[in-house]
């Protein structure tokens, strides 16, 4: 369910004759993106400031993600830190980039998945998002939709989730330094909290999130 670039580009080809929007492929592999691990948020940001940089037309298609819930207990499927069959892994938060395209075409991004790169969006609520009706209310998904170009302008964190106490890394950060915006050195705790009164974007919950993009994929 991934896309062919080489399709993309025939597809380009003929619109360009009709004087038609044309789907761009935004990246061509994930082993091209910056990339590391336990830094969902930075590497999303990271895909936006990409976008923005090489084909800036295309940013005010694109979405950042953040999903989680009050318990910071979120289960996904299919993600390659899982260790089962199933690949299911239960984050605090987990962070994607999604590209809606036009009305028939929404592109799920995720670096962190076995599932293609970009995957289809119904394929990705299918396999990685599932359902909610089988799980307990404290693993409830909720989604933190943000338009690309809001968070790349806004966004900051200076990695202090990433840190014990002692002051030791968790896990090595990225080698750039930490993301700043014009007014913070760190909002992370804004977008993953799942408060749809307050913070950035819109929060929704798994069945009007998939309402929301799922018409758009059909």
Request: proline share 7%; charged share 25%; net charge neutral.
């Amino acid at each position: 369910m991934s896309v062919n670039p080489q399709v993309v580009q025939l597809g380009n080809n003929e619109n360009n004759r009709n004087g038609k929007r044309t789907m761009k492929p935004l990246f061509q592999k994930s082993s091209d993106c910056s990339y590391v691990s336990c830094y969902c948020e930075e590497n999303v940001w990271k895909l936006c400031e990409d976008v923005a940089l090489r084909i800036p037309d295309e940013l005010d298609s694109c979405y950042v993600v953040f999903i989680s819930n009050s318990c910071r207990t979120v289960p996904l499927w299919r993600q390659r830190a899982g260790r089962e069959e199933d690949r299911l892994v239960i984050w605090d938060y987990h962070v994607i980039f999604m590209y809606a395209f036009d009305c028939k075409t929404c592109l799920v991004y995720d670096l962190d998945s076995e599932l293609p790169f970009p995957t289809f969006f119904h394929k990705y609520v299918t396999e990685t998002l599932r359902t909610d009706q089988v799980l307990k209310s404290d693993f409830h998904r909720f989604f933190r939709v943000v338009p690309a170009k809001e968070f790349l302008q806004q966004f900051a964190s200076d990695r202090r989730h990433m840190k014990r106490p002692d002051g030791s890394w968790i896990k090595p950060p990225p080698p750039y330094p930490p993301i700043r915006s014009t007014t913070s050195s760190n909002n992370l705790d804004e977008y993953i909290n799942m408060d749809a009164e307050s913070g950035p974007g819109e929060v929704l919950g798994l069945t009007d999130f998939v309402k929301r993009f799922y018409k758009i994929d059909k």
